[in-house]
């Protein structure tokens, strides 16, 4: 990515930054972050998120740091990890500096809890979690303070230095900021700052058993890092005040702002990294880059191109305001993209054999044909015409219906780029199966000017002999239902889709596809768009569809 030169803000976030560069706030800085917990993949959310906290800094000269809110050793992972920094710079996006983890703050971060209790605004609680729930009070009522709230500052700096020497068992004993245990805000009625969590991490090692949590390790982590304008989603809203009160009463160097917008919702998936991740262990699907799953992995290999998905952040655009956005978008966003870049070729799915009878055995005629209709610098493919073909099985009716266009006895139909044909004989096998069709070819035909007849319609086709073996994956939306997530009545995993994958591993394709390199994408005429997967190898092929020629689905929703 590039710097935009235009200046010109876009969204409230921009606005917001326009006016603080005119009052000269921050020394005329802008330095955002994209700080995920390394806890699961990231999902199309995240690169709204991502598109938004990078394209800002890219937009106004400033820097965007990358950085992981590692807080959670249990739940987090290297793979995690690793899956992010693919995805970010897939993306087309890169971090100021090095790449940066709140655990590298760890340290300063204690100091800081120490900082706190001296000051008396913390304390060692040692209610029990369910017990602390209790005392917490409701959302109507205010809560009441621990018996534990008024221990000295020499009690608790003995008590927290035992929590970091591992002298207390996991849920024995926490650090409390000591707020206000009648706030309406329940997030400020004394929070949690520091757990005991006797676990491996997977940056510091065994260094530590206390652990920081999120939000006292979130806006620190932030002021560290010379952030000027901390970005969140609404969830985070309600947290605001706590990050406030932190940067106000802890010494550091700068003091953060933190804004909110809208998260990106999706229809007709899910996007919660819990729920994700309970998909993949429970194999519902094949992993977090599984086609079908909405992660930025599993998009990029169904054959998504990172230019579709920041084109389709654009689209929906940043606002504060919750809703709800149709997957039709999205689909819309990759279609436009491939429709313009995607070079075409011909696959047939589920083969039925054409033989040609007029065309002599063992020879060829070649055809160019362009390999983009609307960009001659794509050039010409080759495609080899020869007596034995493959057709779509689809494309062949005995008893055609009404209004029928495609091949049928007696009838006649294009090649796509070749030659008008006739049915003029079936062959089916003992069960009365369609097995074969033979037809002749009409040399005067040759091109797009038919002579003597005009066809009903145009299919497509590929040789038997010289074409590439593949398996072609059809993916579909992964749940029936718009909203998996609003039955109170039903878990989401009942609106998962049986339909969501169709394999065809008996397809054949051009033989120019023979060396596509993986993520590779197509326009197989007549069919939609489709990726080259990882799973191919040197004797078969494996395309994903990516999308449909047309949103087939809100056709078939409306009827």
Same mark, same amino acid.
């Given at each position: 990515?590039?710097?935009?030169? $235009?200046?010109?803000?876009?969204?409230?976030?921009?606005?917001?930054?326009?006016?603080?560069?005119?009052?000269?706030?921050?020394?005329?800085?802008?330095?955002?972050?994209?700080?995920?917990?390394?806890?699961?993949?990231?999902?199309? %959310?995240?690169?709204?998120?991502?598109?938004?906290?990078?394209?800002?800094?890219?937009?106004? !000269?400033?820097?965007?740091?990358?950085?992981?809110?590692?807080?959670?050793?249990?739940?987090?992972?290297?793979?995690?990890?690793?899956?992010?920094?693919?995805?970010?710079?897939?993306? %087309?996006?890169?971090?100021?500096?090095?790449?940066?983890?709140?655990?590298?703050?760890?340290?300063?971060?204690?100091?800081?809890?120490?900082?706190?209790?001296?000051?008396?605004?913390?304390?060692?609680?040692?209610?029990?979690?369910?017990?602390?729930?209790?005392?917490?009070?409701?959302?109507?009522?205010?809560?009441?303070?621990?018996?534990?709230?008024?221990?000295?500052?020499?009690?608790?700096?003995?008590?927290?230095?035992?929590?970091?020497?591992?002298?207390?068992?996991? !849920?024995?004993?926490?650090?409390?900021?000591?707020?206000?245990?009648? $706030?309406?805000?329940?997030?400020?009625?004394?929070?949690?700052?520091?757990?005991?969590? #006797?676990?491996?991490?997977?940056?510091?090692?065994?260094?530590?058993?206390?652990?920081?949590?999120?939000?006292?390790?979130?806006?620190?982590?932030?002021?560290?890092?010379?952030?000027?304008?901390?970005?969140?989603?609404?969830?985070?809203?309600?947290?605001?005040?706590?990050?406030?009160?932190?940067?106000?009463?802890?010494?550091?160097?700068?003091?953060?702002?933190?804004y909110e917008f809208a998260r990106l919702n999706l229809n007709y998936?899910?996007?919660?990294?819990?729920?994700? #991740?309970?998909?993949?262990?429970?194999?519902?699907?094949?992993?977090?880059?599984?086609?079908?799953?909405?992660?930025?992995?599993?998009?990029?290999?169904?054959?998504?191109?990172?230019?579709?998905?920041?084109?389709?952040?654009?689209?929906?655009?940043?606002?504060?305001?919750?809703?709800?956005?149709?997957? %039709?978008?999205?689909?819309?966003?990759?279609?436009?993209?491939?429709?313009?870049?995607?070079?075409?070729?011909?696959?047939?799915?589920?083969?039925?054999?054409?033989?040609?009878?007029?065309?002599?055995?063992?020879?060829?005629?070649?055809?160019?044909?362009?390999?983009?209709?609307?960009?001659?610098?794509?050039?010409?493919?080759?495609?080899?015409?020869?007596?034995?073909l493959l057709i779509e099985r689809e494309d062949f009716a005995e008893?055609?219906?009404?209004?029928?266009?495609?091949?049928?006895?007696?009838?006649?139909?294009?090649?796509?780029?070749?030659?008008?044909?006739?049915?003029?004989?079936?062959? #089916?096998?003992?069960?009365?199966?369609?097995?074969?069709?033979?037809?002749?070819?009409?040399?005067?035909?040759?091109?797009?000017?038919?002579?003597?007849?005009?066809?009903?319609?145009?299919?497509?086709?590929?040789?038997?002999?010289?074409?590439?073996?593949?398996?072609?994956? $059809?993916?579909?939306?992964?749940?029936?239902?718009?909203?998996?997530?609003?039955?109170?009545e039903r878990d989401f995993h009942d609106f998962i889709n049986p339909?969501?994958?169709?394999?065809?591993?008996?397809?054949?394709?051009?033989?120019?596809?023979?060396?596509?390199?993986?993520?590779?994408?197509?326009?197989?005429?007549?069919?939609?768009?489709?990726?080259?997967?990882?799973?191919?190898?040197?004797?078969?092929?494996?395309?994903?569809?990516?999308?449909?020629?047309?949103?087939?689905?809100?056709?078939?929703?409306?009827?």
């Amino acid at each position: 990515m590039t710097k935009n030169e $235009s200046t010109k803000p876009t969204n409230f976030i921009h606005q917001i930054i326009e006016e603080d560069l005119k009052n000269g706030a921050n020394d005329g800085k802008v330095v955002t972050r994209f700080p995920p917990e390394p806890n699961g993949y990231l999902h199309i %959310g995240h690169a709204k998120s991502i598109c938004l906290n990078f394209g800002t800094a890219l937009k106004y !000269g400033g820097e965007c740091n990358l950085r992981f809110d590692d807080t959670n050793p249990e739940k987090e992972s290297q793979e995690y990890i690793d899956s992010i920094i693919a995805d970010v710079r897939w993306l %087309g996006f890169e971090w100021a500096g090095d790449i940066r983890y709140s655990s590298d703050y760890f340290d300063t971060l204690f100091e800081w809890a120490l900082h706190l209790i001296r000051e008396g605004k913390a304390y060692v609680d040692s209610l029990s979690a369910h017990e602390m729930r209790e005392y917490r009070g409701t959302l109507t009522e205010p809560g009441k303070p621990s018996p534990y709230r008024s221990r000295s500052v020499e009690e608790n700096l003995e008590l927290f230095e035992k929590m970091r020497q591992g002298a207390f068992d996991e !849920g024995e004993c926490v650090l409390r900021a000591k707020i206000d245990m009648a $706030s309406p805000n329940i997030n400020m009625r004394d929070p949690v700052i520091y757990r005991i969590r #006797k676990a491996h991490h997977h940056q510091s090692g065994d260094k530590w058993c206390i652990y920081p949590s999120y939000d006292f390790t979130h806006g620190q982590s932030d002021a560290l890092e010379g952030v000027t304008h901390s970005i969140c989603t609404l969830e985070f809203e309600d947290h605001r005040p706590l990050y406030e009160w932190f940067v106000a009463n802890l010494p550091v160097p700068v003091e953060p702002r933190q804004y909110e917008f809208a998260r990106l919702n999706l229809n007709y998936t899910v996007t919660s990294k819990r729920k994700l #991740k309970l998909l993949v262990d429970e194999a519902k699907v094949n992993g977090w880059n599984d086609p079908r799953m909405p992660t930025i992995s599993g998009l990029r290999r169904r054959g998504y191109t990172p230019a579709s998905i920041r084109n389709f952040c654009d689209m929906i655009g940043v606002t504060r305001s919750n809703g709800v956005v149709d997957m %039709g978008m999205l689909e819309a966003a990759v279609r436009e993209d491939l429709d313009a870049n995607a070079p075409r070729a011909m696959c047939v799915l589920e083969p039925i054999k054409l033989t040609v009878t007029n065309m002599p055995e063992g020879e060829e005629e070649w055809f160019e044909l362009p390999a983009h209709p609307k960009d001659e610098s794509m050039g010409l493919r080759k495609v080899p015409f020869t007596r034995n073909l493959l057709i779509e099985r689809e494309d062949f009716a005995e008893v055609p219906p009404r209004k029928w266009k495609r091949l049928s006895p007696g009838e006649a139909v294009r090649l796509r780029g070749a030659y008008v044909i006739r049915c003029e004989e079936v062959i #089916k096998d003992e069960s009365g199966e369609v097995v074969e069709i033979k037809a002749t070819f009409d040399p005067d035909t040759k091109g797009a000017n038919p002579t003597d007849y005009k066809p009903k319609g145009v299919i497509h086709w590929v040789s038997a002999e010289n074409s590439v073996a593949c398996e072609v994956r $059809s993916y579909d939306r992964l749940f029936t239902e718009p909203n998996p997530d609003g039955d109170k009545e039903r878990d989401f995993h009942d609106f998962i889709n049986p339909e969501s994958l169709v394999v065809y591993p008996h397809a054949r394709a051009e033989i120019g596809l023979k060396t596509s390199a993986v993520e590779s994408r197509f326009q197989f005429e007549r069919q939609g768009y489709f990726c080259v997967d990882p799973d191919s190898s040197e004797t078969t092929l494996v395309f994903n569809r990516t999308v449909g020629l047309r949103d087939s689905w809100a056709k078939m929703q409306s009827k």
